[in-house]
Every structure is written in structure tokens, then in C-alpha cells.
């Protein structure tokens, strides 16, 4: 049944279409583009992180911390324990005393090098030895005077003093002090106790529980996470990421297209002759019935990447085809041309579209259609004929070949643009202009890869006078994920 709304001319804009398609597919690729990007994965990272049971846990603790809870804390314990401590006070107060300063004086000189020798030598086996002789013969010695030197030095104050200290409980005190560390690690303290670093922790731990929260990094990505979900981008993706506006779009994949955006024909997609024509004659050749010859792409131009099969008037010799003579000879009026992906392209299934222009004339036939490897089937997508355009379907039955058809006037879609498509599935042919549903076929659908073929051509004795012709923009071919 013909669609009502093409009969009454509500046809939808090829313009509309195509421009309503292309926000899809740039809005699927941002999609696409959005799902593996940076920021998404930081977002989602960053709810996780804050939409986790444990978020409120970490709250609640950042905002009950306190000071004596730290490390800091530990530490200055620590420095006042090491500071008020008697051994601490003992040691600092007898560093800085005069007696310690003479004690190190005396400590590291000569003098006192000179005392201990004498004090050693007094103390030594060979001088009691001498010693317990006689009288004169001691006295000559002189370990004698080194004796008697002693004896002076050790009545002096100096030496006294040195020897009361080096004994004092002070001293001992000092030592203990200086080999435990203590005092080492009360100076490395203070420094930190005076550091930025630990008036830094001081001065949060005295900040109200809000504030705490507020300087925390948790704080800092919660705003992050909730002012990202309200990010335009953010909504948009989680909008349309599992919408179904997608749907079909997702259910398709380009594996033909011609944009015809070159500056020739791309001869590696087109042959410029019938397929069988270049793979048994390699040359072009038209039936013997048709008023037209093809030429061998002599008929195809591009420009502005829209491709042009022309008809026109003009006397040329070719080969023609009869099933009864063969190939021969023949002298044809008008030529005319075709492409097809008889070598480069076929596909069982699917759907095939072009946007297609019929400049419209009583004469010339155009024609977007598809064969396999036999004359049957074939599918004319698209057969602008005696003005009508035509939904055909040829196929082999037990009787020979027949015809499914379905036909409007060509009145509506003739001098502007449409977009032309049949859609092919294992049980179902359906034919569409613009969308519009304008032909099904449910019985014999064909089940062999197919290629595309676009041509022009006269059928019929005519008046050609002038040049006719086929305006294609693009072609496209989709297969089902």
C-alpha cells in the first residue's frame, strides 16, 4: 500500500532529515568521546569516593580530631618531659657554669698531660723500687724531683678543683646526658616545636569542628564531585547514556559509502560498465533493445561532490547484446551511463540508501538498483520510468521470472533531492523515501550478496533533444551489529 502521507505530499525535508541524522551521530560521537574521557573518570572516581558508607565515618573523624590525638602533641609532651626534667636542669646549668669552662680548659692542656705523667710515675714499680734504696741514691735521681714537682702541683687549686669535679655527681650527670641524647633531642624539639609545620597543626586542631571540615581534602572533593554533577556535560551524559535515543543508531554500521566528494570517480569502489561486461568482453556494452549506449564513464561527472549520469543525444557505434547473436556492433543515438561495485562491494542484508536528484523528463529512465550473479533477482530501489518512480522486485519462481511492484507519480519527488532506501532483512523488503514507508515485500526475498548499481538509459523510441540527468550526493550501505 502507497503511504497516504507521501500521496497528500507530507513528505519530511530531505534537509531536516539529514541535518536531524548528523546531530545524532555528532551527539553519539560525543558520547562515545565523553565515555573514555578524563573527566568522566575523575567524576565517577570522585562519587565513589564520596558516596561511599565510609565518607561519613571520615567526616565524623576529621571533625572530632584533637590536638592531644597527634603526633604533635606526642612530641611536645615529649620537649616538656626532656625540659622540666632535674637531669635536663642539672646538665645545662653545669655546661654553662665556669667551673665546667675551666675543667675543659684545663681538660685539653698540656699542663694537665704533664700532671697526670708525674702522677703516673709516682704510682709506677720502678719508682717505689727506687724509692726503697738509700736515701742519697734517690735523691740524685731524678725521679726524685719529678716526685717533688708532684707534690707542689698537687697542693695547687686548680687541681683540686679538676679532680672534685671530674668526681661530682654533676659530672656524672652531664655524661649521662650527653651519651643518652638527651639533650641533642630537646634542641631538635624546639626547633620543631617553633617550626610553620607544627604551628600549622596547632593552629587547625583550634579551629571549630566545622572549619576542620571545611580545609579537609575529603571537604574539597565532595564540593568537586557536587558542583561537577552539576555540570551541563555530566547531566547530558548520565541523560542520554542508557536513553534510547541511541537505539538505532547503535543497531547499525556503515560498510559502503560514496560521498562523491572528489574530484573523479573512485574507479577502485565503481566499475563505469556493466559487470559482466568487464569481467568476460572488458569492455562496455549495452542490450540490444536499449535506445542507449553506455560509455565507459564518458557519462559520469562530479562536481561539487554530487555525481551526474547523463543522458544525452548523440550518435555513437558500440557493442550491443542479443541472446541470439551475441555480442555485435550497433549504431545508438544517445549514450548514457552507469557505476556499480560489482567488484568492490556486495552484501546480503542490511540497508541501502542514496540521495538522489530526477531531473525529470518523459524520456530518460534513472534508476538505482542491485543484482547478484543472475539476471534474478534483482531490486530496483529507485526506477524513475514514464513518470513514475517504481519499488521492483525480480525474482525466479517455477514459471520463469516475476515482478513484485509498486509505483507513484513521479510528480512530487522529481527536481530536488530525496533519499531513496530499501531495507533487506532475511524475511522483509521494505522500500522508504524520506523515511516514508512505500512498499513491502514479505515472499521471496532474496538470500544472496548483492551490488549496487546507478544508471541512466532510454527504453522506448523518443525525442531526446537535450541533455538529462541522475543527480546523486551520497551512497550509503549499513549492516546490522
Known amino acids: ?7 497528500f505530499g507530507f513528505i519530511p525535508k530531505t534537509a531536516d532529515i ?23 573518570k575523575h567524576f ?84 717505689i723500687n727506687l724509692k726503697s734504696q738509700k736515701k742519697k741514691i734517690f735523691r740524685a735521681s731524678p725521679e726524685y ?36 641524647g638527651d639533650a641533642s633531642e630537646l634542641e631538635k624539639l624546639e626547633l620543631f616545636i617553633n617550626s610553620p609545620e607544627y604551628k600549622k597543626v596547632k593552629d587547625y586542631m583550634n579551629l571549630s569542628s566545622g572549619q576542620k571540615w571545611i580545609q579537609s581534602e575529603e571537604y574539597r572533593k565532595q564540593q568537586e564531585y557536587l558542583q561537577l554533577l552539576k555540570s551541563e556535560k555530566v547531566i547530558w551524559y548520565y541523560k542520554v547514556k542508557d536513553s534510547k535515543k541511541f537505539d538505532e543508531l547503535k543497531k547499525w554500521r556503515v560498510t559502503f559509502e560514496d560521498n562523491f566528494d572528489k574530484s573523479k570517480l573512485d574507479t577502485d569502489a565503481w566499475l563505469t560498465r556493466y559487470y559482466w561486461g568487464d569481467t568476460l568482453l572488458h569492455n562496455s556494452y549495452s542490450l540490444a533493445t536499449d535506445k542507449h549506449f553506455i560509455t565507459d564513464g564518458k557519462n559520469i561527472e562530479i562536481s561539487n561532490s554530487i555525481l551526474k549520469i547523463i543522458t544525452r543525444p548523440e550518435k555513437v557505434v558500440g557493442q550491443a547484446w542479443d541472446a541470439e547473436k551475441g555480442f555485435f556492433p550497433k549504431e545508438f543515438n544517445i549514450t548514457s551511463g552507469l557505476i556499480n561495485t560489482g567488484k568492490s562491494f556486495r552484501q546480503k542484508f542490511g540497508r541501502f540508501q542514496a540521495k538522489v536528484k530526477l531531473n525529470q523528463s518523459a524520456v530518460a529512465t534513472h534508476t538505482f538498483w542491485m543484482l547478484a550473479n543472475q539476471i534474478v533477482p534483482q531490486i530496483d530501489i529507485l526506477k524513475n520510468h514514464n513518470n513514475k ?81 541522475m543527480e546523486v550526493d551520497w551512497i550509503r550501505v549499513y549492516q546490522k551489529n
Open 1 to 7: 500500500m502507497i503511504n497516504l502521507r507521501f500521496l
Open 145 to 180: 724531683t719529678m716526685g717533688m714537682e708532684f707534690k707542689v702541683l698537687k697542693k695547687e687549686k686548680k687541681y683540686k678543683k679538676y679532680f672534685k669535679f671530674k668526681d661530682s655527681n654533676d659530672f656524672r650527670t652531664l655524661v649521662a646526658v650527653e651519651k643518652a
Open 18 to 40: 539529514e541535518s536531524k541524522e548528523a546531530a545524532l551521530i555528532k551527539e553519539y560521537k560525543e558520547l562515545e568521546s565523553y565515555n573514555g574521557s578524563d573527566e568522566l
Open 44 to 127: 565517577e572516581t570522585l562519587k565513589v569516593f564520596v558516596t561511599e558508607p565510609d565518607f561519613i565515618v571520615k567526616q565524623k573523624n576529621i571533625k572530632s580530631q584533637k590536638f592531644n590525638n597527634t603526633n604533635e602533641y606526642k612530641q611536645l609532651q615529649r620537649y616538656l618531659a626532656l625540659k622540666n626534667s632535674n637531669r635536663i636542669k642539672t646538665y645545662f646549668r653545669v655546661l654553662n657554669s665556669s667551673l665546667y669552662a675551666n675543667f675543659k680548659n684545663l681538660e685539653n692542656s698540656n699542663e694537665l698531660m704533664h700532671y697526670e705523667e708525674l702522677l703516673n710515675l709516682i704510682h709506677s714499680s720502678a719508682y
Open 389 to 469: 518512480v517504481q519499488f521492483n522486485h525480480f525474482f525466479m519462481n517455477g514459471t520463469g521470472i516475476k515482478k513484485n511492484s509498486s509505483k507513484v507519480g513521479a510528480g512530487k519527488v522529481s527536481n530536488d533531492f530525496f533519499i531513496y532506501e530499501l531495507e533487506w532483512s532475511a524475511d522483509k523488503l521494505v522500500w522508504k523515501i524520506n523515511g516514508l514507508v512505500m512498499n513491502t515485500l514479505l515472499n521471496a526475498i532474496p538470500q544472496d550478496p548483492m551490488y549496487l548499481i546507478l544508471s541512466s538509459g532510454v527504453y522506448k523510441e523518443n525525442d531526446l533533444v537535450s541533455d538529462v540527468s
